[in-house]
C-alpha cells in the first residue's frame, strides 16, 4: 500500500508539506500526496547509516548475499502493483517495466552470486620473510573494505532498474555500504513501494536498520543536504548534466571531499562502414530508427549521431531511416518537464544553419507525447558547431555525411566521453575500420560492432561508464559485478595477531574466501 511516506530506518515518516505525482499520458494528478522530507530525516537517515556501517560491512559474504536476494524476493512480492504504479507514473509500458524489474531483481541475484565467489575483496597476503636482509619483510594481509554510507539519486528514465533498488544501491549495498536514497520525484509511489520492499529485507534479515533510508521531494535542496552530509562517503547518480555537475561540486566543496558517480550525458556515435552500408544499408537504417525510438528515446544509450561516407548508399539509408522515423507512433515521455526539454532540443536543431530536417514522427493528440526527429548535416557544419553534439534527451538524432574516413576521425576525435561507440562493418571493412579503435576506446566506454547501444547487458564484462560528461569518473561502471568497486577500498594488515584480524583475512580463512598468496592464487 502506498501512503505518501518514506522509511528512514525502520520508521515510515510522514510529513505535512506534499508533493504529488503525475500521469504523463493524462495529465492527472495520482494519489496521494508524498510527505517531503525535510533535511533534519536526511541528517537522521545518515545517523542510522553511519551507526549501521560497521556491522554491516562486517557479515559474511554469504549474509550480504542472502539479504540481496530478500531485497529482489521482497520486490517481486509486491507483484502487478509495482509495475502498475511505475506505468502509471512514467509513461512506460508494461512489457518494459516487467522486463525492467526482471533486470532489477535479477542484477540483486547477480551481486549476491558475485558476493559469494569472494574474489571482490582481493585478499592478498604477503607473508612475512623475518630472514631478509638487510631488513626483515612483516606479514602483510590486504583486503576491500566499504567505503562508508552512500547516496543514491534514483533516474527518471528507469524507475526501477536505475532507481531505489537499482544497480548503484545493489552494488553499494553489495560492498558493505549502508544506502540513503533520494528517490526521483517523478515516479514517488514507485520509490515507496520499492523502499518499502527494503526495508522489510533489512528486518527479515535481522540487519541494523539504518542499512537502507529514503527521502523523497522536488527540491535541490534535499539532494545537496543529503551529498553534503559528513556521514555520507561517496554518491551514486544517473540523470542530467547539470544535475551531475552541481553534485560533483557539492561533493568537492565539503570539508571531506568525496567520490561522486554520476552518470551524465552520452550521444553514442555509430559509424556505417561503406561495405556494411552498401551489402546492407536497408537493415541498418530500420535497426537504427527502432533504436532511437526507442522508450521514446529515453535511453542513456541511445545512438543520437550516426556517421557516414557521402553518397547513394548513405542517401538510400536516409530514405529509409526517414520513412521508419516518418511512421514512429508518437511516445508518452517521462515528464512534462523531460518533454519540454526535448521540444526544445528538437527546436534548436531545426533552426540550424547547414541541419536538415529529414523526419518527424507521427503527431498524436495525448499528454506529454514525443515526436521522433531525424536530421541530417554535413561533417563540417557539425565541426563547426559544438551545440549540434550536446545530447537531446528523446527520440531525436543526427545522420552526418563526412566525405572520408579521414573526415570521420576528425569527427569521432572532436566528440565528448561515450558511453557507447558502434562500428557497423562486414569483413571487408575490418582494414579500414582499424584507425578507429584507438580513437573511440579513448571516447567510449563501450565499443559495439553491428549490434545497437541501447539494451545494456547486466554482466560481468559490461562497462557503462566513460569518459566526461558520459560519467564524472571514467575509471569505473555503473552496470555489472564491477560496479562494486566504487564502493571499496583497500586496507593492509601490518603484523596484527591472528585474534585481532577481520575474519577476511585470518590464515584460517573462515569466509572460504579465493586468496592471492605471495603472488600467486593460494589454490
Ligand atoms: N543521460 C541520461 O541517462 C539521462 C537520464 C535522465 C535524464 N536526463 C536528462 O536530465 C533532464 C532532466 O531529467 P531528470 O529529472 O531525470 O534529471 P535531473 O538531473 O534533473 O534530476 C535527477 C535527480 O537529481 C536531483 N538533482 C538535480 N539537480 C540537482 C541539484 N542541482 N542539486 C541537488 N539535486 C539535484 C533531482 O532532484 C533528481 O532527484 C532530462 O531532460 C534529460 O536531459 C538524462
Ligand atoms: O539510460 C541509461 C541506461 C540505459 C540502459 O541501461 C540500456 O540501454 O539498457
Known sequence: MIDGSFPIGARMVSRDQGFEAHNPTTGETIEPRFS??????????????????????????????????????QIEALGDELVERAMAESGLPQARLT????????????????????????????????????????????????????????????????SVAGGDTASALAAGCPVVVKGHPAHPGTTELVARAIQKAVAAKGLPEGVFSLVQGP?????????????????????????GLALVALAQARPEPIP???????????????????????????????????????????????????GDDLDA???????????????????????????????ALEGKNGVTLLAKGAEGTGCTLGRAALFRTDAQTFLGDPEISQEVFGAASILIAAKDMDEVIALLERLEGQLTATIQLDDADVEAAEPLLPVLERKAGRILANGWPTGVEVSTAMVHGGPFPATSDPRTTSVGTAAIERFLRPVCYQDLPDGLLPKAVRSANPFDLPRTIDGSPEN
Open 36 to 73: 517531503v522530507s525535510t533535511t533534519e530525516d536526511v541528517a537522521e537517515a545518515c545517523a542510522l547509516a553511519a551507526k549501521a556501517f560497521d556491522t554491516f560491512r562486517e557479515t559474511s559474504p554469504e549474509d550480504r548475499a542472502a539479504f540481496l536476494e530478500e531485497v529482489a524476493s
Open 99 to 162: 522486463g525492467e524489474r526482471g533486470r532489477t531483481c535479477g542484477q540483486l541475484r547477480m551481486f549476491a552470486a558475485h558476493l559469494r565467489r569472494g574474489d571482490w575483496m582481493n585478499v592478498t597476503f604477503d607473508t612475512p620473510l623475518p630472514d631478509r636482509q638487510p631488513l626483515p619483510r612483516p606479514d602483510l594481509r590486504q583486503r576491500r573494505i566499504a567505503v562508508g554510507p552512500v547516496a543514491v539519486f534514483g533516474a527518471s528514465n528507469f524507475p526501477l532498474a536505475f
Open 219 to 243: 527540491a535541490n535542496e534535499l539532494g545537496a543536504a543529503l551529498v553534503t552530509d559528513p556521514r555520507i562517503k561517496a554518491v551514486g547518480f544517473t540523470g542530467s548534466r547539470a544535475g
Open 260 to 310: 561522486v558517480y554520476a552518470e551524465m550525458s552520452s550521444i553514442n556515435p555509430v559509424v556505417l562502414m561503406p561495405a556494411a552500408l552498401a551489402a546492407r544499408g536497408e537493415a541498418l537504417a530500420k535497426g537504427y530508427a527502432g533504436s532511437m525510438t526507442l522508450g521514446a528515446g529515453q535511453f542513456c544509450t541511445n545512438p543520437g549521431i550516426v556517421i557516414g561516407i557521402a
Open 317 to 347: 539509408f536516409a530514405r529509409t531511416a526517414a520513412e521508419a522515423v516518418e511512421a514512429a507512433q508518437p511516445q508518452v515521455m517521462l515528464t512534462a518537464a523531460i518533454q519540454g526539454a526535448y521540444d526544445q532540443g528538437v527546436d
